[in-house]
């Protein structure tokens, strides 16, 4: 995916992983793993719960060291140069890290004072109405759905303008409705040239959201490629024409959304 924000950028891949271990006493979590993420790309990390995908997406972040391997993040070395790392990335964990007490513009202009903007006013604004949250600026964040927050955590993150962004499991423990709406938010990030590695257990999320899929299992990458590509590692299905019911998680969409407010479910 590039865009025309990407094409000013250095040469080379935006994430560059080389043979990357770590083990927690005598627990081997990453046992060498490698991946490249192009500038501009999502890439989702796919993995099951203790598969290592939190424990790559923080060496890669800087809040941990690996035990062997080499990393690199926008160039630069996550060993030897953390602070140019640090300057280069945002991280989004798995819980929203907002406060509740402050109104969603007052959340951002805090972390634009501590960044020392010259305007944090215009970003702070700026960025509520890029993630459609204008209206709700005033409010405090106790009032915000679960989506609300993590689309404001989101937009925090970004604060700074990073090249590189680390989203780990971003739509855990969100309904339905909640994850469409930071789908959408992490489409506008790499439609705006941002390079996005993405953590998640959910398969349809990769599905809707990665340019390129990567598979860790026992702390190694096994797998690793375009849904197309990976598509053709198992042999086609058999073509077979059946009726298709909707989805429990669509039926739930369309009666929230209005678009089918007529259906109501009758016991036979």
Avoid: C
Avoid at 76 to 87: F, I
């Amino acid at each position: 995916m590039t865009t025309s924000a990407t094409l000013g950028r250095a040469s080379g891949p935006a994430i560059s992983v080389r043979g990357l271990e770590k083990a927690y006493g005598e627990l081997q979590v990453l046992r060498g793993v490698d991946l490249d993420v192009a500038q501009g790309d999502i890439v989702a990390l796919l993995g099951s719960n203790g598969a290592g995908k939190t424990t790559a997406v923080k060496i890669l972040s800087t809040l941990l060291k690996a035990d062997a391997g080499t990393a690199t993040v926008d160039g630069h070395d996550v060993g030897s140069e953390p602070a140019s790392v640090r300057g280069s990335i945002s991280l989004t964990g798995q819980f929203a890290a907002v406060d509740e007490i402050l109104t969603g513009r007052e959340n951002l202009l805090l972390v634009g004072r501590l960044r020392h903007l010259a305007d944090p006013g215009t970003v702070a604004d700026d960025l509520l109405a890029r993630f459609s949250l204008t209206g709700a600026g005033g409010r405090r964040v106790a009032t915000y759905s679960g989506g609300m927050r993590r689309r404001l955590d989101i937009a925090m993150s970004l604060i700074g303008d990073p090249s590189v962004i680390f989203l780990d499991e971003p739509t855990t423990g969100l309904d339905p409705q909640a994850r469409l709406e930071v789908w959408d938010a992490v489409k506008r990030l790499a439609a705006g040239g941002a390079t996005v590695l993405l953590t998640t257990q959910y398969l349809d999320e990769a599905e809707q959201l990665a340019d390129r899929i990567a598979i860790l299992h026992e702390g190694r990458i096994i797998a690793e490629g375009t849904l197309a590509q990976l598509k053709r590692l198992f042999p086609p299905t058999e073509v077979t024409y059946v009726e298709k019911q909707p989805t429990l998680e669509e039926i739930f969409l369309a009666i929230t959304s209005g678009t089918n407010t007529s259906a109501s479910a009758k016991e036979n």
